[in-house]
T-cell receptor, first 114, second 111 residues
């Protein structure tokens, strides 16, 4: 009955590799997000999709590319991984981005780049 | 741009006492402000939302206040329990409709 799920939960990889993180929500929400939480615990938005359309694209290196095949899924592909990409990545969803929406978060993907 | 400040030092209190956490923001007052709870190794979980025209909001042992003059929200947990130990995040929408989060305050409730 998981509302927002992410895979994998842990990801350990070498610098320079390409990896993907997957996210799925079964809440019927229209909007999905990717956040990055660094070692200082700041949670910063990276991307947001509304009905498969990109609506927020923060100042993120273009090595990061989100893809939304349908409104229940939002994946994150990262090319040429760097040490500084090590962080916890959270997927979230909400009903309506313009209203007083509550965001529902996934369990996070802990990425460690060696 | 909007900035949120939460006390980065952990708040350590005795079980049964009231915990009070502070969230200050720097620029315009948002239409609403949210509080989330985050446990280690987990994603944030929504707790409460308070609108700019509401002074106070309650949910069970939780109470949130919103003072647009002081640009501050206070989050209270009454009759605190060890199970309340977690990090509490304040969040609000910035001018471009992104939800921005504070770094959170860690609460430790001693039995």
């Amino acid at each position: 009955d998981t509302a927002v799920s992410q895979t994998p939960k842990y990801l350990v990889t070498q610098m320079g590799n390409d990896k993907s993180i997957k996210c799925e929500q079964n809440l019927g929400h229209d909007t999905m997000y990717w956040y990055k939480q660094d070692s200082k615990k700041f949670l910063k938005i990276m991307f947001s999709y509304n009905n498969k359309e990109l609506i927020i694209n923060e100042t993120v290196p273009n090595r990061f590319s989100p893809k939304s095949p349908d409104k229940a899924h939002l994946n994150l592909h990262i090319n040429s991984l760097e040490l500084g990409d090590s962080a916890v990545y959270f997927c979230a969803s909400s009903q309506d981005p313009g209203v007083q929406e509550t965001q529902y978060f996934g369990p996070g993907t802990r990425l460690l780049v060696l | 741009s909007q900035k949120i400040e939460q006390n980065s030092e952990a708040l350590n209190i005795q079980e049964g006492k009231t915990a009070t956490l502070t969230c200050n923001y720097t620029n315009y007052s948002p239409a609403y402000l949210q509080w989330y709870r985050q446990d280690p190794g987990r994603g944030p979980v929504f707790l409460l939302l308070i609108r700019e025209n509401e002074k106070e909001k309650r949910k069970e042992r939780l109470k949130v206040t919103f003072d647009t003059t002081l640009k501050q929200s206070l989050f209270h947990i009454t009759a605190s329990q060890p199970a309340d130990s977690a990090t509490y995040l304040c969040a609000l929408k910035d001018s471009s409709y992104k939800l921005i989060f504070g770094s959170g305050t860690r609460l430790l409730v001693r039995p």
